[in-house]
């Protein structure tokens, strides 16, 4: 089993910057962990891919974050980091954290973290 805990979640003005981390526990190491991924779902909303990093620190983004949001990972610490710059009203939504594995195979989602964009 895998356990995840994102935080750095809050309230925060247009234009300002958050940094989400999610932290891992239990059968998670760099050599199972096939890909992390950030998801949000907005009030009413679909929950959406954000951002995801794999293999060889390859990264893709959602293109409404792409130049404002970064991932990011540590393997020594088996924590997954999401720098969110320039945030806007539109990206207020709960935050979840995704790894999925292998040997075992699993796929395992934290609790999410709100995150709201407001003046």
């Known amino acids: 089993q895998v356990q995840l805990v994102e935080s750095g979640g809050g309230l925060v003005q247009p234009g300002g910057s958050l940094r989400l981390s999610c932290a891992a526990s239990g059968s998670i190491s760099s050599t199972n962990a096939m890909g992390w991924y950030w998801y949000r779902q907005a009030p009413g909303k679909q929950r959406e891919l954000v951002a995801v990093?794999?293999?060889?620190?390859?990264?893709n983004y959602a293109d409404s974050v792409k130049g404002r949001f970064t991932i990011s990972r540590d393997n020594a610490k088996n924590t997954v980091y999401l720098q969110m710059n320039s945030l806007k009203p539109e990206d207020t939504a709960v935050y979840y954290c995704?790894?999925?594995?292998?040997?075992?195979?699993?796929?395992?989602w934290g609790q999410g973290t709100q995150v709201t964009v407001s003046s």
């Open positions: 995704n790894v999925r594995t292998i040997a075992p195979t699993g796929n395992y």
């Open positions: 990093i794999a293999g060889g620190d390859r990264t």
